[in-house]
């Protein structure tokens, strides 16, 4: 295969993404409601899964583009666990799931549909959830919308 001589990819590889990476266009946004944005904190913010595995799925992201976790500054990961912390309170007090699911996919094979930029996921769980729809029908019944879940999990401060 032929190599080009590429500079301008170095930058492209190097620099973070703000166009390719919708997480990054979120970021730069301030439409929060549009976005689902639940909170911001200093170095981070929540925000809603469009696609979400359950009612009341979350990603916390931090606001830099950054793809792991040794990345980060240690006040921004502190301040993304916090705002983690939060946000399972948040889910906890207002939707009483059962359990939650808290992870970090890393690398695209481990499922990350946004492998650049971290995120973790917080995904609320209910004991009855876990029925035969999902395993049958490859779907999932979602009974609560984006819009109303975001309602329910905003706050202010
Ligand atoms: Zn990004």
Known sequence: MDKLWAPWRKQYITKKQPHGCFICRIHASSKDAKHYVLK???????VLNLFPYNNGHVMIVPKRHV???????????????????????RIQTEMKPHGMNVGINLGRVAGAGVPGHLHIHVVPRWSADTNFMPVIAETKVISESLASVYKRLKWNR
């Open 67 to 89: 793809k792991s976790l040794k990345q980060l500054k240690d006040r921004e990961m502190l301040d993304l666990m916090y705002l983690m912390n939060q946000v399972i309170d």
């Open 40 to 46: 911001r904190s200093r170095s981070s913010f929540a």
